[in-house]
Nanobody
Framework: QVQVVESGGGLVQPGGSLSLSCAAS????????MGWYRQVPGAQRELVAR??????????DSVKGRFVISRIFRDGAKETVDLQLTSLKPEDTAIYYC??????????????WGQGTLVTVSS
């Protein structure tokens, strides 16, 4: 089992910045990749940014040059990843979810999602 917890959402004006944090924890887990996805009502969840433990990143075209995903850091028993959001636009308004991909203590594939954090871009 892995627990994924996001933090850092909130209300920000257009053109502003925000930072999101994600921490994944669980006994015996090993991370392969972590990422951020977002979803608005009536739409599918979409990739925002993703990074592997090897440092390979993927970004949605709509956020390239504006959002930056950190490397995955181990903080004690937690794997953490941050997302820096800059030059925010109203269309960035969504619930942002953190995704964990890795393996558990028995070397079985493991994927988990956080509960999401709301980012609202509005004046």
């Amino acid at each position: 089992q892995v627990q994924v917890v996001e933090s850092g959402g909130g209300l920000v004006q257009p053109g502003g910045s925000l930072s999101l944090s994600c921490a994944a924890s669980g006994s015996g887990i090993r991370v392969n990749a972590m990422g951020w996805y977002r979803q608005v009502p009536g739409a599918q969840r979409e990739l925002v940014a993703r990074i592997t433990t090897g440092g390979i990143t993927n970004y949605a075209d709509s956020v390239k040059g504006r959002f930056v995903i950190s490397r995955i850091f181990r903080d004690g028993a937690k794997e953490t990843v941050d997302l820096q959001l800059t030059s925010l636009k109203p269309e960035d308004t969504a619930i942002y979810y953190c995704n964990f991909q890795g393996i558990d203590g028995r070397s079985s594939r493991l994927e988990a999602w956080g509960q999401g954090t709301l980012v609202t871009v509005s004046s």
